[in-house]
């Protein structure tokens, strides 16, 4: 069996030698052409990359030229900020973002479309003289970078330079327009938004000033000097209310070393007080001494003696029935006061009791009229509050109005400050260049392009040459 299989390899391997080679036999007999077919070929072929090379020719000789001029754009990318803070005024804050924070937005994309904008060409042409409008510029964005690339044909190289300059002039003199009539808009709002502030704080002023007209209360300080006045005189009570116990302390006190009563003792200030009474008191007391001193020397019976006596007992009677007029007293106490208004030690110690009711009814008369006084701030002292708060609210409006409307006008002036916060600022990284060669046409790649026809001719008569036979080796025969 082994054997039979060794056979049967060895046969297949010439039956495929076989078919290779004859296949090659018929690739060799149906490929070669006849002299005829070489010669309709070469006719064929011929003409056409006649033609092919005639229009690279023509295109190189009568295209005119080209120059294209570039330049380079560039955006920072980075806002500003900015506080003023007016002491007691208020406070005024400008901050600008950064315009490519936001991933939706693009300024560099905003800015191709605005280079290529009718009215940016147009206005790039009447910069240049010329009639209608440029023809649109070649514009690139570089990625992950704030960089536009622009460029420009002309005819010379002067003239491509001079359009891509007035396009870049155009393009800035665009942007100020905008920026222009954005910060013209704003400020008009703010202007509006600032009346309405300024009719505000006005109106909160005239209130202000009519609550202080009619009620008399033009300040806070004024409200609580009037809260301290009752304070200082709730003090002034308690220290009177001190004085008046300590005077009739004092009172009680002499009163006691007289032997008499406090009231029975301020009977005896009304004596003491009267002028006739104390004219009899030192009639009385002059005649008791000279009687006095008579007695000692002259003996009772004496003539001189009895009338000092008559006359001290007259005097004596006249002074109780004045006593009794004024007071009311018994005999034996109006005695009393006359022996001590004769004793010179008993006299110093009535004077001060006398003092010291002076002194209590002064502190009576002053805790009186304080009182008096707490009364009349009290009565008013829920209206007081009542106009204190009014007051408080009226002058919190007013400095809010005026601190609002001064953050107003301060912002109105803060917001001046960057003009590019929504036209980022371009700057020229490349100026407009002066190209040194045409960019068109392109010997380079007309030759590329005549090379690359020839090519296409040739590998498509190549293909219809060998037509049969590559038939013939994709659907061989079964």
């Known amino acids: 069996m082994n054997d039979t299989h060794t056979d049967h390899h060895h046969n297949s391997t010439p039956k495929m030698q076989n078919r290779i080679l004859l296949r090659i036999w018929h690739f060799i007999r149906y490929g070669l052409p006849s002299p005829g077919r070489y010669k309709r070929y070469l006719l064929t072929i011929l003409p056409i990359l006649a033609i092919v090379w005639a229009l690279v020719f023509v295109y190189l000789a009568v295209a005119p030229l080209n120059f294209k001029s570039s330049m380079t754009l560039i955006l920072p990318g980075s806002g500003i900020g900015g506080s003023l803070n007016l002491e007691s005024i208020g406070q005024a804050s400008a901050q600008s973002s950064s315009a490519f924070a936001s991933s939706s937005l693009s300024p560099t994309e905003n800015y191709k479309r605005l280079l290529s904008a009718d009215s940016t060409l147009r206005r790039a042409a009447d910069i240049l003289g010329e009639p209608g409008q440029l023809a649109p510029p070649t514009i690139k964005l570089v990625d992950q970078t704030n960089l536009i690339l622009v460029s420009m044909n002309g005819p010379t190289p002067e003239h491509a330079q001079a359009r891509l300059d007035a396009l870049r002039q155009a393009f800035l003199e665009c942007l100020d327009v905008l920026r222009d009539d954005e910060q013209s808009k704003r400020e008009a709002a703010d202007r509006e938004q600032l009346e309405n502030l300024e009719a505000k704080a006005r109106a909160a002023q005239l209130d202000l000033l009519e609550f202080q007209g009619d009620s008399g209360l033009a300040t806070m300080d004024q409200f609580n000097s009037r809260i301290q006045i009752v304070d200082e005189l709730r003090a002034r009570e308690r220290e009177l209310l001190v004085e008046i116990e300590h005077g009739v302390a004092a009172k009680a006190r002499l009163a006691k070393v007289l032997k008499t009563s406090v009231e ?48 001290r007992s007259a005097l004596r009677k006249a002074m109780l029935v004045r006593g009794r007029d004024l007071t009311g007293l018994e005999e034996k106490i109006l005695l009393r006061f006359v022996d001590i208004s004769t004793s010179d030690g008993r006299e110093r110690i009535f004077e001060q009791l006398i003092v010291a009711d002076g002194e209590s009814a002064a502190a009576q008369a002053r805790l009186l009229e304080t009182r008096r006084q707490m009364d009349e701030y009290s009565k008013n002292a829920h209206e007081l509050v009542t106009q204190a708060a009014k007051l408080s609210e009226l002058l919190r409006a007013q400095r809010v109005a005026e601190a609002v409307m001064s953050s107003a006008l301060a912002r109105l002036d803060t917001n001046k400050a960057d003009p590019f916060s929504s036209y980022p600022l371009v700057q020229t990284f490349e100026s407009p260049s002066l190209p040194q060669a045409p960019s068109s046409p392109s010997t380079v790649l007309a030759l590329a392009g005549g090379v690359a026809a020839s090519l296409f001719v040739l590998v498509g008569f190549l293909m219809l040459w060998l037509r049969q036979p590559l038939l013939q080796l994709a659907l061989p025969k079964s």
Do not use: C
């Not at 029975?264 to 001193?293: G, R």
């Not at 009772?300 to 009895?306: E, I, K, L, Q």
């Open 264 to 311: 029975n003792a301020s009977l005896a200030l009304v004596l003491k007080t009267d002028p006739m009474f104390q004219s009899l008191i030192d009639q009385y007391a002059s005649v008791h001494t000279q009687w006095t001193e008579a007695s000692a020397t002259l003996g009772d019976r004496h003539m001189n003696v009895a009338e000092l006596r008559a006359e």
